[in-house]
């Protein structure tokens, strides 16, 4: 058992990326807490679905023009000191929010203060996002433990979402919206005060030699002529788009579909953040890339089956079995994609080409929002739900009859870049 912990969480070996973990831990419990509560509270306020979309397509649609300049400057920039400057953001805003709902200055009659904070935290995140990403590489600093890590990022990521959206929940119940937000505020100086104790230095700068345009469009141009890198960001696109918007409508199946209140919706996020840790061990005790494209397509089948199950449920209990295999696939999806792109970039492109993977979930989950708003609003969210869900099966039935080219240029890629290291199973290290 201590055997497979320790292959398990093998990246948690380097001091660096432990540290990093221990503090991002709790900061994320009070993210998932803040995502419950925020849904809920601008339901509860406007009983508006297509209200749900406009806050989730303001936090969000930032991305779509900071992260390619982000990406352009990742490799000229200190991005542990600017993942710092971007948690004390965060911590602003969210302060921001809390105070204004305990105080009572964001109402039934007075809205606008969330949408201009979501528009916010969207610029913030936009610039931390694809920055985060790249800080991985630093901290771990071995490339075959670079699958591990996202692994077990994604598994810190989704132990949270178990016990945040639960807590979430509870907290509502026993005492306001205004002191999730709170809680949520406070979450941050954990992790701020542990990237204080990260120690990275970073090679002296070599002379620039393009401008950061021509930077963001031989990104873009590489991006788009590797096959592989391709498909990677268009599945993603679809995904988010008509997949993840599912949560934007969890407020809405609880308290009118399974005639429940915030812990109905608490519980049935929670349940999917079981499946997607559930999904992030699974990803955690695998050693190297190999099968991970083929896997990349069954679990997109698994979600999108289940969404569909899901979308015509009215039952608590039938409706918390398909959250478990909705959070399982989405989780893979997401988790796989970022792992094969970061396993089959060059180095001189993985900041460009992660900023455009940021940048098309940031992108595609603000329209996602809208779109199965807009849906649900004239459908009802059942229908809204089930068409999302049929896109997402019919783009991954069409994944089966290009698996061969992607696998065969895949491995090219790994070749040309040295990083076929990845492909295979690496040993165990553990240094302090």
Sequence with gaps: MFGYLRKTFVSLSIRNYR??????????????IQRTTMGWFVYR????????GVVTFLSMIPSVFISPFVGAWADRVNRHHTVIGT????????SLLATLVLTGVINQNVQYPILILALFQGIIEAVDSPIRQN??????GDKKLLPNAIATNSAMFNSARLIGPAVGGLLIILFSEGVCFAI????YLPVIISLFFIKLSYPALKPRTESTLKKI?????????????????????IYTLFGYSYSTLMPVFAKDILMGNSGTQGLLMSTAGIGALAGAFVLASRTSIKGMHLRLIGVGLMASSALILFSRSSMLGLSMVMMLF?????????ATTNTLLQSIVSDDMRGRVLSTYTMTFQSMSPFGGLLVGSLASKF?????????????????????????????????????????????????????
């Design 19 to 32: 540290i990093f973990f221990s503090g991002q831990v709790v900061s994320l419990i009070g993210t998932w």
């Design 45 to 52: 306020l406007t009983n508006s679905a297509w209200l749900l």
């Design 87 to 94: 948690q004390i953001a965060f911590f602003v805003q969210s």
């Design 135 to 140: 800080l991985l590489i630093d901290l771990i």
């Design 184 to 187: 949520n505020a406070a979450t």
């Design 217 to 237: 469009a031989s990104g873009w141009k590489y991006a788009y002529q590797s096959f592989p890198i391709r498909y990677l960001i268009m599945n993603l696109a």
């Design 326 to 334: 909705i959070g399982f696939g989405m989780m893979m999806t997401n």
């Design 380 to 432: 009802g969210p059942q229908t809204a739900l089930l068409l999302c869900a049929s896109v997402c099966m019919l783009w991954s039935l069409n994944g089966l009859r290009i698996l061969p080219r992607f696998s065969n240029d895949m491995l090219k890629m790994l070749v040309r870049n040295s990083n076929s290291s990845v492909y295979r199973a690496p040993r165990l290290r553990f240094t302090k």
